[in-house]
Each structure stands twice: as structure tokens, then as C-alpha cells.
T-cell receptor, first 114, second 112 residues
Framework: DAGVTQSPTHLIKTRGQHVTLRCSPI?????VSWYQQVLGQGPQFIFQ???????GRGNFPDRFSARQFPNYSSELNVNALLLGDSALYLC?????????????FGEGSRLTVL | RKEVEQDPGPFNVPEGATVAFNCTYS??????FFWYRQDCRKEPKLLMS???SGNEDGRFTAQLNRASQYISLLIRDSKLSDSATYLC?????????????FGQGTILTVHP
């Protein structure tokens, strides 16, 4: 079975532009979470979606938004890009329900903002 | 105080050594705990879940100390291939079951 897939893997944008990142979870997994990882730090929670509804939001500005589609794939959108948005954006497929919270990450989308 | 804290290291150990990492968390109501391994410029991969009774997987042992609010990872007989960043992750509780809070990671380098 395929794991979590993300696209694009690498992209370069300039300040003020907009970016859309895409994610497909592991087959059968209904929940998707997005994380941002800057160099030298652990991943930071951005959003979680389950059954197309937002179930959690981290401490990120409104420039960040996301949605989940009926097939459980997801998009993360970032508007008005800043230099500080340069990071690895990770999508994670969440196994099960309850509080187990096992996450399986995709390879990530590495965003560079110039 | 950070919600989840790790010693960033780096830890430099020879092959065959035993090395241990600790990770402290701030919320006593935290529900679940994990160790992830991350290779350079790759995604984190789940290494172990951490159970109250402790658990072992080959050379790796994970333990939870709720009283002192920390988890630990012990690696025995270190291999060169163990060189990576080790991230602890904690579900701090609440309604978002998919949300994990990560430490900043501990860098391990195993040398010949």
C-alpha cells in the first residue's frame, strides 16, 4: 500500500506569493494533519482535518488555511508568503481514533521563500 | 517552559555504546507518547510508541515516568545506522487526537 504522498516535493516562491500543497493519506485513513518544520526544530502543528471538518488548529496566522476533500486528500494553502514561511511542510495520516495519535508522515514539501 | 523539551545534543558515541535520551513534558494529563527518528532532510518516521509499562523493540527501549513527567529512549549496542535526529512527541491532551507536540530533537552521531 502507498504511504502518505505529498506534492510538490520542492518549490521556490517569492515573498507575497501564494502556495498550495497537496497530500493524500494512507488508504483507509480519514484524518490528515499538517505540520511545519523549520531547520533545527521539531515539527509544529498547523491543522488537523477529519471527515472534511477542521478538528484542530495550531498557532499560525490566518494566512494559513486548509481543507479536506471527500476522498480524504487535503490541501494546505499559504497566502502572502513571508521569508519565515520557508520550511518543510509535512502531512501526516492519523491512524485510528481516540488519543493514540500515531502519525505517519509523507516525505514533505520543502518550501523556500526568496 | 516549553511544553515538550529535549536535550538537543549532539550526542557523539562510538559503535557499540549505549546511549539514552530524555524528554520532559509539561502537562500531567498527557495521554500518549512517541519516539520518532528523522534522517537528514527526510520525514520523521515512527520509531516506538511509549507505554506506561515500558516497551522494548530489539536494541531500543522506551520508558514513561508519569510522576516526573518524562519519557526516555535507550539505544543499546549503537550502530552507525542509528545516526539520526530523535524526536519525542506527546499528545498533550484535549480534543484534537491527531495533534502531537514535538520536542526539538536530539542529534545522535555514532562513529566507528
Amino acid at each position: 500500500d502507498a504511504g502518505v504522498t505529498q506534492s510538490p516535493t520542492h518549490l521556490i516562491k517569492t515573498r507575497g506569493q501564494h502556495v498550495t500543497l497537496r497530500c493524500s493519506p494512507i488508504s483507509g485513513h480519514k484524518s490528515v494533519s499538517w505540520y511545519q518544520q523549520v531547520l533545527g526544530q521539531g515539527p509544529q502543528f498547523i491543522f488537523q482535518y477529519y471527515e472534511k471538518e477542521e478538528r484542530g488548529r495550531g498557532n499560525f496566522p490566518d494566512r494559513f488555511s486548509a481543507r479536506q476533500f471527500p476522498n480524504y486528500s487535503s490541501e494546505l494553502n499559504v497566502n502572502a508568503l513571508l521569508l519565515g514561511d520557508s520550511a518543510l511542510y509535512l502531512c501526516a495520516s492519523v491512524r485510528g481514533q481516540g488519543l493514540t495519535g500515531e502519525l505517519f508522515f509523507g516525505e514533505g514539501s520543502r518550501l523556500t521563500v526568496l | 517552559r516549553k511544553e515538550v523539551e529535549q536535550d538537543p545534543g549532539p550526542f557523539n558515541v562510538p559503535e557499540g555504546a549505549t546511549v539514552a535520551f530524555n524528554c520532559t513534558y509539561s502537562n500531567s494529563a498527557s495521554q500518549s507518547f512517541f519516539w520518532y527518528r528523522q534522517d537528514c532532510r527526510k520525514e520523521p518516521k515512527l520509531l516506538m510508541s511509549v507505554y506506561s509499562s515500558g516497551n522494548e523493540d530489539g536494541r531500543f527501549t522506551a520508558q514513561l515516568n508519569r510522576a516526573s513527567q518524562y519519557i526516555s529512549l535507550l539505544i543499546r549496542d549503537s550502530k552507525l545506522s542509528d545516526s539520526a535526529t530523535y524526536l519525542c512527541a506527546v499528545n498533550l491532551g484535549g480534543t484534537s487526537y491527531g495533534k502531537l507536540t514535538f520536542g526539538q530533537g536530539t542529534i545522535l552521531t555514532v562513529h566507528p
